[in-house]
């Protein structure tokens, strides 16, 4: 193999010679030049220091079609004096896959052959990096505002929705109450005799019309708690009156269903604040959805006990001599309502207390009860949760705090 540059330049053709081997052992790439029998009569630095050869058999001469570029002399020539301008091929280059550009010269009839990093073995130099990296988080940027901008156009729609549905749940209260006044007149006999016909008539009347009012109710909680109006009165309250003004109703919707209702409330159960139509309205969900998903002949216990809760986020923690010792203070009132119903199966024992989330499509409601339930709990400090299992009835329970504690989180 020819020597790329020559160290003493005597004659003019050699001061030229070696200016130009100099000059292309400059080239960042490496540079071959063969005659038609594959001897190689020119190889700048690079190529001498990075074209690999195939080991060549004692005594035979080096030939760069057959140890190079591992093609036949022949075919290649015929590419090249067909009219193709450059043929490539792949060799390996300093231990990695390189693309041999290959041209002819016909007036010498050599080839030159120009190897370069194969495509995918470009090492993406520091600008190019850069800039994709400056793309990436441009584009990142864009994804991001259009994703606020949509999730602002999306809170909007819904509170759009929201006023909407308070709007319209406004306007049904007031003709719901004159029917449910009316109803009571008629049924009261004030206005006449009834026969047993007429009398069962206004009676199942009345009961959807219960409904009506009931779903309304639950849509002005729901758009107050949403649109973040509502305002809970704390007052001293006893909550055996809470429930025990519900009883009456209870009872009748109970004996129509042919469902057991068992009140167990605490002889013990102190005076404490909570805002009294909101817990009476969460215990009336828990209650009603109890009744709802509980079969004739079934039960349903409602039960209301003194409990010591210990949150775990309390700042001081318990000291074991404490633990230890006597039980401590109950500071809390625990509600359970457990049925003998159908159950709920695990997968949805949180997601039953989101917005909208039905088990059972098919079952009545909007599936807000629970939700609107939790909200009023949490908005006492409290907590609820449910123990289920499929078949095998359901108890949801809640804790409320006697005494509300402002917890630092710091
Ligand atoms: P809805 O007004 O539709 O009853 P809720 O939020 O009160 O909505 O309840 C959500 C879902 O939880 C119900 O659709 C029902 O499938 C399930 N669920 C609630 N309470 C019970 C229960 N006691 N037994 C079985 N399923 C229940």
Known sequence: MSKSASAEPQAPGATLFGLMSSLLDALDKPLLVTDRSGRVLFANLHAQNSVQWDAVADGAQPNLFRDVLHVDAKGLFGQLEGGEQEVDLQIQCGGAPARARIRWLPEPDWLVIFAEPAPNEVPADQDQM?????????EREITYRNLLAAYLRLQEVNRQKTVFLGSAAHELKTPLAVMKGYYDLLLSGS??????????ILQESKHSCDRLVRLVSTFLNYTALESGKLVLQFQDNDIRDCVNDMAVRWKEAFRRANVHLD???????????????????????????ALKHTPAGGKVTLQIQTQFWERRISPITPTKERRAGKRPQPNSILVSVTDTGVGIAAEFHQEIFEDFVRVDPSSSGMGLGLAITKRLIQAHHGKIWVDSEPGRGSSFKFLLPMKVEVYSYA
Do not use: A, M, S
């Open 191 to 200: 206005l006449g005799n009834l026969t047993e016909k007429q009398r069962d």
């Open 130 to 138: 850069r800039q994709t990296v400056h793309d990436l988080l441009q």
């Open 263 to 289: 009140l167990i409330l605490d002889e013990k159960l102190p005076v404490f604040k909570f805002d009294y139509p909101k817990i009476q309205q969460c215990v009336t969900n828990l209650v009603d959805n």
